[in-house]
């Protein structure tokens, strides 16, 4: 009887071990699904977003080029002001933007990556590790109550 106990409980052990290994492996597809589609959400905001604000920055330069060219009476000198202008921001970005934008976007992807909503495994496989504790215990009680 004992012995049969022993086999009982260890096919149960093996069941519960496979149990979690398929349960880890959906979550991590889960979690794998979840940050690629966010990713791709992400991507595709940009890539909307920015074309948008490039052609509303680009109709805004052509005015302001047209208008700085009649201003100084010459169409040329208002496009070269403009791209000045384009070049003087290129410069300040690549001398002090630098390290905001890594930070900036470092700190936005690790939010899509990482949500605090997340369980951590470890926490889940100590849930897992306490249900299997508590079903041994009801077992051992109903056992002893026989």
Known sequence: M???ALTDSLH???DR???YGL???EYYKLRLFKSAMKGAVSLVKLLVYGSLFLFVLLFLSFGAAYWLGTFFEHSFVGFFLIGAFYGIILIFMFVF????????MLY???GLL????????KVMAEEELKEYEETLEEEALRKAEM
């Not at 933007?97 to 900036?104: F, T």
């Open 2 to 4: 004992a012995f049969k």
């Open 12 to 14: 149960k052990v093996t």
């Open 17 to 19: 071990i496979e149990d």
């Open 23 to 25: 349960s880890m492996a």
């Open 97 to 104: 933007g630098r390290k905001i934008l890594e930070r900036k």
């Open 108 to 110: 936005k992807f690790s």
């Open 114 to 121: 990482y949500d605090e909503d997340d369980l951590d495994p």
